[in-house]
Protein backbone atom coordinates (compact mmCIF):
# COMPACT_ATOMS: atom_id res chain seq x y z
CA UNK A 1 0.00 0.00 0.00
CA UNK A 2 1.48 3.18 -1.28
CA UNK A 3 1.50 6.07 1.54
CA UNK A 4 2.16 9.59 0.74
CA UNK A 5 2.11 11.94 3.77
CA UNK A 6 2.93 16.14 3.12
CA UNK A 7 3.68 18.28 6.04
CA UNK A 8 5.22 21.68 6.34
CA UNK A 9 1.97 23.52 5.72
CA UNK A 10 0.94 26.75 7.46
CA UNK A 11 0.75 30.82 7.38
CA UNK A 12 3.46 32.85 6.42
CA UNK A 13 3.80 36.21 5.53
CA UNK A 14 4.42 37.59 1.76
CA UNK A 15 7.95 37.22 1.02
CA UNK A 16 8.65 34.59 3.72
CA UNK A 17 9.02 30.84 2.92
CA UNK A 18 8.26 27.33 3.72
CA UNK A 19 9.30 23.95 2.98
CA UNK A 20 7.07 21.02 2.50
CA UNK A 21 8.06 17.26 2.64
CA UNK A 22 6.31 14.42 1.69
CA UNK A 23 7.53 11.01 2.77
CA UNK A 24 6.39 8.00 0.52
CA UNK A 25 6.41 4.56 1.70
CA UNK A 26 4.64 1.39 0.55
CA UNK A 27 6.90 0.32 -2.31
CA UNK A 28 10.37 1.18 -4.09
CA UNK A 29 10.01 4.80 -6.19
CA UNK A 30 13.36 4.34 -8.10
CA UNK A 31 11.07 4.55 -11.69
CA UNK A 32 9.00 6.75 -9.96
CA UNK A 33 8.07 10.46 -10.61
CA UNK A 34 7.25 12.54 -7.84
CA UNK A 35 4.97 15.73 -7.80
CA UNK A 36 4.03 18.39 -6.27
CA UNK A 37 0.44 20.07 -7.14
CA UNK A 38 -1.86 22.00 -5.76
CA UNK A 39 -5.68 23.51 -5.64
CA UNK A 40 -7.17 27.24 -4.56
CA UNK A 41 -10.70 27.35 -3.49
CA UNK A 42 -12.85 27.14 -6.27
CA UNK A 43 -9.35 26.38 -8.80
CA UNK A 44 -8.75 23.61 -10.60
CA UNK A 45 -5.81 21.29 -9.35
CA UNK A 46 -2.21 22.81 -10.78
CA UNK A 47 0.81 21.47 -11.31
CA UNK A 48 3.64 23.12 -9.56
CA UNK A 49 6.84 21.10 -9.84
CA UNK A 50 7.91 17.95 -9.97
CA UNK A 51 11.38 15.22 -9.96
CA UNK A 52 12.20 11.98 -11.32
CA UNK A 53 13.69 9.42 -8.88
CA UNK A 54 16.04 7.99 -10.90
CA UNK A 55 17.84 10.93 -12.45
CA UNK A 56 16.95 13.63 -10.57
CA UNK A 57 15.56 15.77 -13.74
CA UNK A 58 12.92 18.42 -12.62
CA UNK A 59 10.25 19.96 -13.87
CA UNK A 60 8.44 23.46 -12.80
CA UNK A 61 5.63 25.71 -13.45
CA UNK A 62 6.12 29.15 -14.85
CA UNK A 63 4.17 30.33 -11.94
CA UNK A 64 6.70 28.97 -9.65
CA UNK A 65 10.33 28.60 -11.25
CA UNK A 66 13.02 30.70 -9.54
CA UNK A 67 11.21 30.19 -6.15
CA UNK A 68 10.04 26.94 -5.64
CA UNK A 69 12.79 24.08 -5.18
CA UNK A 70 11.99 20.51 -5.44
CA UNK A 71 14.85 17.95 -4.42
CA UNK A 72 14.89 14.24 -3.19
CA UNK A 73 16.63 12.11 -0.11
CA UNK A 74 16.64 8.84 -1.32
CA UNK A 75 17.45 7.70 2.04
CA UNK A 76 14.59 8.34 3.61
CA UNK A 77 12.35 8.51 0.77
CA UNK A 78 11.11 11.62 1.05
CA UNK A 79 10.68 14.83 -1.47
CA UNK A 80 11.09 18.23 -0.17
CA UNK A 81 9.27 21.65 -2.18
CA UNK A 82 10.99 24.84 -0.54
CA UNK A 83 9.08 27.61 -1.28
CA UNK A 84 10.96 30.93 -1.65
CA UNK A 85 9.16 34.52 -1.85
CA UNK A 86 5.98 33.50 -1.09
CA UNK A 87 3.08 35.31 -2.59
CA UNK A 88 -0.64 35.52 -1.66
CA UNK A 89 -1.88 33.72 -4.71
CA UNK A 90 0.42 30.73 -3.88
CA UNK A 91 -2.32 30.05 -1.23
CA UNK A 92 -3.52 26.72 -1.61
CA UNK A 93 -4.22 22.91 -0.54
CA UNK A 94 -0.35 21.51 -1.66
CA UNK A 95 -0.54 17.80 -2.40
CA UNK A 96 2.09 15.44 -3.22
CA UNK A 97 1.82 12.90 -5.86
CA UNK A 98 3.58 9.94 -7.63
CA UNK A 99 3.51 8.15 -11.25
CA UNK A 100 5.27 6.10 -13.41
CA UNK A 101 8.35 7.32 -15.15
CA UNK A 102 6.63 7.77 -18.38
CA UNK A 103 4.72 10.09 -19.97
CA UNK A 104 3.40 13.80 -18.72
CA UNK A 105 4.78 14.98 -15.53
CA UNK A 106 2.53 17.78 -15.83
CA UNK A 107 -0.76 16.24 -15.96
CA UNK A 108 -2.30 16.00 -12.48
CA UNK A 109 -5.01 12.95 -13.83
CA UNK A 110 -1.79 10.69 -14.97
CA UNK A 111 -1.07 10.21 -11.33
CA UNK A 112 -1.53 7.01 -9.35
CA UNK A 113 -0.95 7.92 -6.02
CA UNK A 114 -1.82 10.78 -4.20
CA UNK A 115 -1.24 12.12 -0.56
CA UNK A 116 -4.08 13.96 1.84
CA UNK A 117 -2.44 17.72 1.12
CA UNK A 118 -1.34 20.30 3.62
CA UNK A 119 -2.44 23.61 3.55
CA UNK A 120 -0.10 27.03 2.65
CA UNK A 121 -1.68 30.46 3.10
CA UNK A 122 0.50 33.53 2.31
CA UNK A 123 -0.81 36.73 4.01
CA UNK A 124 -0.82 40.05 2.91
Known amino acids: QVQLVESGGGLVQAGGSLRLSCAAS????????MGWFRQAPGKDREFVAAITWRDNRTYYADSVKGRFTISRDNAKSTVYLQMNSLKPEDTAVYYCAAKGYGGSKRWANDYDYWGQGTQVTVSS
Open 26 to 33: GRTFSNYV
